[in-house]
């Protein structure tokens, strides 16, 4: 199993940033997926998931309405839309298969003016 993350970055509170993950060595559209992310200090959390189809997901309180999760199983690619980011989304994203505990490396996300 690899997880590949890309995307992130630097940007200014209510900024926008697109998160992908590149999912190679197993059969991706047979796997829940989710995002998790860690700031300095604090416990890994998990911030939203999707189900193997697509349709269903789910998404922490503090990210409701501002984060998109999806997927797109022809490319074994999976997203995440953050808008209107806050400085306390500030943390190291990190792309899981939850069925087999597979990590990708995380991506830093940085939000500041």
């Known amino acids: 199993v690899q997880l590949v993350e890309s995307g992130g970055g630097l940007v200014q509170p209510g900024g926008s940033l697109r998160l992908s993950c590149a999912a190679s060595g197993f059969t991706f559209s047979r796997y829940g997926m989710s995002w998790h992310r860690q700031a300095p200090g604090k416990e890994r959390e998990l911030v939203t998931s999707?189900?193997?189809?697509?349709?269903?997901?789910y998404y922490r309180d503090s990210v409701k309405g501002r984060f998109t999760i999806s997927r797109d199983n022809a490319k074994a690619m999976l997203y995440l839309q953050m808008n209107s980011l806050k400085p306390e989304d500030s943390a190291v994203y990190f792309c899981n298969v939850p069925a087999s505990g597979s990590w990708g490396q995380g991506i830093q996300v940085t939000v500041s003016s």
């Open positions: 999707i189900t193997s189809t697509g349709d269903g997901t």
